[in-house]
């Protein structure tokens, strides 16, 4: 059998299949690039699903993780760090003004299980609101709060109860805030990218401020794709203008080491005691090393600044094309009138890595903040030939 089948047949005969995969072993990594099985090089504006903000093998990441790999592997929050220390402080930093308490965690759907539980405790209430369309994690509290019969059937029974509204409509959320007082919190992806890199008009965040005070919820920004200067800033909500309560984070935050986090307010953090939460690999050192490896990077080489430029540059190169861009920085939906389906598979066929949505005619590109000019082309070039590959129309002769 050879490397590939071999690769393949293992993961497919001893992994739970719960994945659907590209037939695709990836080896090697570097910048905006990764590597197959057969040695082929594809432009990977996927990112491994929005992860890796510095691109593959980001040199000061890896050598922050082989120094802290050689020092200290582990050790639980029961003693302090340096490390922790170190990414704590480059991450509040960063973190806008007014959220500068950290909780480090895992993974996304920890981050928002945290924010859900530290809000109920905050606020005493019980309830939560959350919008169609969102995605927020697949552990049980977490999918509760994700939209969608497909995630939630066979689990519905042990589901924290979730008011879903429509997102981008600030007078659901009124009228649901208005009638029913045990509202704890109103968790919200900023922009729901994969319902289809969706927007809202920025009333829209001040007005969701604004009633959240008002009815004393406590607002969620789920920034696990949004966060880490994705889209420009260090927080979606700084360019909103409006700040929410508390601020989830995953992904990109450790360039693919993983590691989450939520940042709250100090007026928050006072309420929160010993054994309200708590997490034992949350905060570990190497995770540690990788977060402040990739936040000093960032924020040292003042990498937030290329995602408009990165945005503009991308629809420059498309404007020949009947392709609308949707989001911000380097969050991306390019909005098509045909199903994306075949022209993902056309992109990777022509050396291009993209992602789907749950929107047929929406493909979402995630590049890194150091994504070069170079690689703009690549990516324009592969996208006119599988372009005319899609939209060839069909021979009357075959
Ligand atoms: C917006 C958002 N929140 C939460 C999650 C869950 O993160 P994780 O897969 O790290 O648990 C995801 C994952 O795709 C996400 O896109």
Request: charged share 20%.
């Amino acid at each position: 059998m050879n490397n590939k089948m071999y690769i393949f047949e293992t993961e497919d005969s001893f992994q739970v299949p719960t994945y659907k995969k590209l037939p695709l072993a990836l080896l090697k990594g570097e910048g905006s690039y990764v590597w197959d099985q057969d040695g082929n090089r594809y432009l990977d504006f996927y990112g491994g699903h929005c992860v890796a903000i510095l691109g593959h093998c980001p040199p000061p990441v890896v050598k922050a993780i082989q120094k802290q790999a050689e020092t200290m592997l582990f050790y639980s929050n029961l003693v302090y760090s340096d490390i922790r220390a170190e990414a704590t402080e480059v991450l509040t930093s960063l973190a806008p003004e007014g959220l500068k308490k950290a909780f480090f965690c895992n993974s996304g759907t920890e981050a928002n299980e945290t924010a859900l539980k530290l809000a109920r405790k905050v606020t005493g209430k019980s309830g939560v609101v959350a919008t169609i369309g969102g995605f927020h994690g697949r552990t049980l509290g977490s999918l509760a709060v994700t939209w969608g019969k497909k995630y939630h059937e066979g689990y519905e029974a042990v589901l924290p109860k979730t008011h879903f509204i429509p997102f981008g409509e600030a007078d659901a959320l009124q009228n649901l805030l208005s009638e029913n007082p045990d509202i704890a919190a109103f968790i919200l992806e900023p922009i729901q990218s994969i319902a289809g890199v969706t927007q809202a008009e920025v009333e829209y965040y001040r007005k969701v401020r604004f009633l959240c005070e008002k009815y004393g919820v406590i607002l969620i920004f789920d920034e696990v794709q949004t966060g880490v200067g994705r889209t420009g800033t260090f927080s979606i909500s700084e360019a909103y203008g409006m700040q929410p309560d508390m601020i989830t984070l995953a992904k990109s935050l450790g360039s693919g080491i993983p590691v989450g986090a939520v940042l709250v307010s100090e007026t928050i953090s006072k309420t929160i005691q010993i054994e309200d939460q708590g997490t034992t690999f949350g905060g570990g050192m190497v995770a540690m090393a990788a977060v402040s490896a990739t936040l000093k990077h960032i924020r040292d080489e003042k990498l937030m600044l290329n995602a408009p430029k990165i945005f503009r540059h991308l629809q420059s190169e498309l404007t020949d094309y009947p392709v609308r861009l949707r989001g911000r920085g380097c969050l991306i939906g390019l909005e098509m009138d045909i199903p994306v389906g075949p022209m993902v598979a056309a992109l990777r066929q022509n050396g291009v890595l993209t992602g789907g949505s749950a929107h047929p005619n929406v493909m979402r590109l995630m590049p890194p903040l150091n994504t070069q000019p170079a690689d703009i082309a690549v990516f324009a070039q592969a996208f006119h030939t599988a372009y005319a590959s899609v939209s060839a129309p069909v021979s009357s002769l075959s």
